[in-house]
């Protein structure tokens, strides 16, 4: 018998990313090919996210979509997993019947035997239907976290991902994470060190960890080292690059800001998520910091590591957002001058604490905000690409270019993309790039000399 393929398709942030290649190695043990068709697969599987409710509805509109597939092929299971299976739970069984399968992102390495039974089912000539569907959404094996092999790599297997951590305990008023993904629990440092090791002798170069509150890693887990001595740690194993992602400015210590600059393979690029830069929000927001807290971490930062290129998350129009704590965070924009920003419309969630908040701001006014808000961040974007101009950055040539003949793609520390004229058997090495021209998501430059 062929092998049956399996089509996995993936929202939301790097916990689902990683959740996905996890997946795609279990069902490839378990016999199953990766498909990207949809049309051609036996099991196609959303993995989702629910941090906004557009996120949300996205899933329900390609559910909706593969509806028809089945009933050209009968045999075809369709699974949700990730945090809407893990908010939603069996709900999604009922509002879309023609669903198999509701898995939560802990029970994910139970979907090779789910799927064992449902294909037993149909080859017997009996629908997956009934107690045959059998959700596997509530959360209980969280410790199984440290037996997981927590990677996954992109770029050829040059760039590579490795969780250190899931979970959050934050509670920030507007978001669902901690909800959905449970507290806080940090993997071993000797796992996650055998792991990179691992990595690296398969040809990994540039190396991010991952979590949704990196910086707090170890804490309250007595034995594991902290944050910045894991890093160092990381370091250690000769990695050329090393980066994190997210981090929390209010687990900021002096110890973490000095390794920028300083520890060779970390890089000079940090995503710091501000969300607001007015006090009242950010305490309504419950973020714990200020906005003087987080501009004085700021300078340190970049009196630590002057190059350093930061990037950031904004959410506008949380309940409550007047005009004046709005100009208060398009003032830090233009304070900060990050090199990019991710920004989004407030969205009510569930369980929330904020979703119970008074004062909600209009859609129409929260979708004013955010384009003024982007239409400002685009014209700094592009200043700071701009003054890499004339400079020589170091770049890991990661592909040939989509777009030009003979050019080649690759990232510098910083992690802004370059394109520059060059030979493919440049893939995988790091080379000096003089810039040239800056556009607004990516460098143009060429060749230097060391
Ligand atoms: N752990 C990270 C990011 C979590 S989710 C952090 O603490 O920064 C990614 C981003 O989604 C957040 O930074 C926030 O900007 C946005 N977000 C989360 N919940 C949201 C909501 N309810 N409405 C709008 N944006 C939200
Ligand atoms: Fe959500 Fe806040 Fe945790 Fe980030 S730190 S995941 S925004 S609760
Ligand atoms: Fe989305 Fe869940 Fe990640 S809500 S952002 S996929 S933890």
Redesign the pocket.
């Known amino acids: 018998m062929a092998p049956k393929k399996a089509c996995l398709i993936t929202?939301?942030?790097?916990?689902?990313e990683y959740d996905s290649g996890r997946l795609a190695d279990l069902l490839t043990a378990a016999g199953w090919t990766m498909t990207d068709s949809r049309d051609t697969a036996d099991f196609i599987f959303f993995?989702?996210?629910?941090?906004r409710e557009k996120?949300a509805q996205r899933l329900l509109n390609h559910v909706e979509q593969v509806r028809s597939l089945k009933k050209k092929k009968p045999g075809l299971i369709i699974g949700v997993g990730?945090?809407?299976a893990?908010q939603e739970g069996e709900k999604l069984l009922t509002d879309a019947p023609w669903l198999d399968l509701v898995v939560g992102?802990q029970h994910l390495p139970t979907i090779p035997d789910l799927l064992e039974k449902l294909t037993a089912k149909t080859e017997t000539g009996r629908a997956a239907t009934g107690s045959g569907r059998r959700p596997a959404w509530s959360r209980e094996n969280l410790a199984e976290l440290g037996r997981d092999d927590g990677s996954r790599t992109e770029a050829g297997g040059l760039i590579g991902f490795v969780t250190i951590m899931q979970g959050c305990n934050n509670y920030c008023t507007y978001c669902?994470?901690p909800y959905?993904?449970g507290p806080e629990l940090s993997r071993g440092a000797g796992d996650i060190i055998d792991e990179v090791k691992r990595l690296i002798d398969n040809g990994v170069k540039d190396l991010t960890l991952l979590g949704?509150n990196v910086n707090s890693y170890g804490l309250g887990q007595s034995g594991e080292p902290t944050f910045p001595e894991l890093l160092e740690k990381v370091a250690a194993t000769g990695i050329e690059r090393l980066r994190f992602t997210t981090s929390h400015p209010k687990d900021f210590p002096p110890e973490l800001v000095r390794l920028f600059g300083s520890l060779g393979p970390l890089c000079e690029g940090l995503h710091l998520p501000v969300q607001s830069g007015s006090d009242k929000v950010l305490k309504d927001m419950r973020r714990v910091y200020t906005r003087d807290s987080y501009l004085r971490l700021v300078d340190d930062l970049r009196t630590q590591c002057p190059g350093l290129s930061l990037t950031t998350d904004i959410i506008v129009g949380f309940p409550g957002e007047t005009e004046k704590d709005f100009e208060d965070t398009v003032s830090l924009l233009d304070t900060v001058g990050y090199d990019a920003m991710f920004s989004f419309k407030y969205s009510d969630r569930p369980q929330t604490r904020s979703a119970a908040f008074e004062n909600k701001v209009p859609e129409e006014e929260k979708g004013r905000r955010l384009t003024y808000l982007q239409t400002r961040q685009k014209d700094i974007t592009l200043a700071k690409n701009a003054a890499h101009v004339g400079q020589v950055l170091e770049v890991l040539v990661e592909r040939e270019s989509d777009r030009y003949e003979n050019q080649l793609t690759g990232r510098a520390r910083n992690f802004k993309l370059i394109h520059f004229d060059g030979s493919p058997e440049l893939i995988g090495r790091t080379v000096p790039v003089r810039v040239e021209e800056a556009w607004g998501a990516s460098l143009r430059g060429v060749r230097a000399e060391k």
């Open positions: 929202f939301g942030c790097q916990m689902n993995n989702t996210c629910s941090i996120a990730g945090c809407v893990e992102p669902v994470v959905l993904r949704q």
